[in-house]
């Protein structure tokens, strides 16, 4: 859990440094050095979960997300100079206990039923694939964007972001499949076929959030992209390695998304009482 945690504090954080470096150099008003920055922390970070899902649960490691993303909103309210409020507390606390039950899976003791299905993973993650990349090509056609924009600024921001979070989600997947091989054999991952798969759907996942970074704030981004990015692997751990699906599991997961949501939802509602909209490129 330690790295887990470590790999999704550098994650975030380097997001929010992503954000500022994209909307910066967008307007002109710096170099592209600060998103370089960004998009390292956020590498390593991605390259930390491969042993952190190789060592533990999916579904006790993917909702560690919702740490880094409150980690996100505390850097966004310190350096990007969005708000932090009370409404932003209750949501951390929300995240930390729905950590915590879900981290209680861990303890169980290994099943010998647990193990990687691909015959699931091939339909559940083609579904979740075709559904996310569908979003982001009808949102690339101005009509469609337009009518979401007219409704709500951050709208193709969120959704963006949410189908940035499903990627990642599917390459979370993939990391702890490769992770099991790499501690196993570390000799052998170079031949493992879902480390270049996982490069694939993390590019797609890659490329589209740095778009919806144009499109919304920081927190209305990674707020569906948190949520999505914690869901896919958590959710679907039971079907694709089949790890125990308890009460408290379910109720963390709640917990943790409730967070995630409140989270985006006050950075949308803050923004539309100021009437001050962020950085976005034109619809």
Not at 57 to 83: C, H, I, K, Q, T
Not at 189 to 212: I, K
Request: hydrophobic share 55%; charged share 10%; aromatic share 8%.
């Amino acid at each position: 859990m330690a790295l887990g945690l470590a790999a999704y504090l550098l994650s975030n954080i380097g997001m929010g440094v992503q954000k500022a470096g994209a909307c910066g150099f967008v307007a002109r008003r710096r170099g592209p050095g600060i998103w370089f920055v960004g998009t390292a922390m956020t590498v390593v970070g991605a390259f930390l979960l491969f042993p952190a899902y190789g060592l533990a649960r999916a579904s006790v490691v993917a909702p560690l997300e919702g740490l880094g993303l409150a980690a996100l909103a505390l850097f966004a309210s310190r350096v990007l100079r969005e708000p932090w409020t009370r409404t932003h507390r209750v949501a951390l606390g929300l995240i930390v206990l729905g950590t915590v039950l879900t981290g209680r899976v861990g303890a169980l003791p290994k099943q010998a039923s647990e193990a990687f299905r691909p015959e699931a993973f091939a339909w559940g993650a083609g579904l979740l694939l075709g559904a996310a990349m569908l979003l982001v090509l009808l949102l690339a056609l101005p009509g469609i964007r337009g009518f979401f924009t007219e409704r709500s600024p951050g709208a193709v921001g969120i959704l963006l972001g949410g189908a940035a979070g499903t990627c990642a989600g599917v390459a979370m997947v993939l990391q702890k499949v490769v992770g099991g091989t790499f501690l196993a054999d570390p000799t052998q991952v170079l031949q493992e076929p879902y480390l270049f798969l996982f490069f694939l759907v993390a590019g797609l996942g890659f490329v589209t959030q740095q778009v919806a970074w144009l499109h919304g704030t920081a927190v209305e981004v990674v707020g569906t992209y948190s949520s999505m990015a914690l869901l896919v692997p958590a959710g679907t751990a039971w079907a694709l390695f089949g790890e125990p699906f308890t009460a408290g599991l379910a109720l963390g997961l709640g917990l943790v998304v409730l967070g995630v949501v409140l989270l985006a939802g006050q950075a949308a509602a803050i923004q539309g009482l100021r009437g001050d909209p962020p950085d976005r490129a034109p619809s």
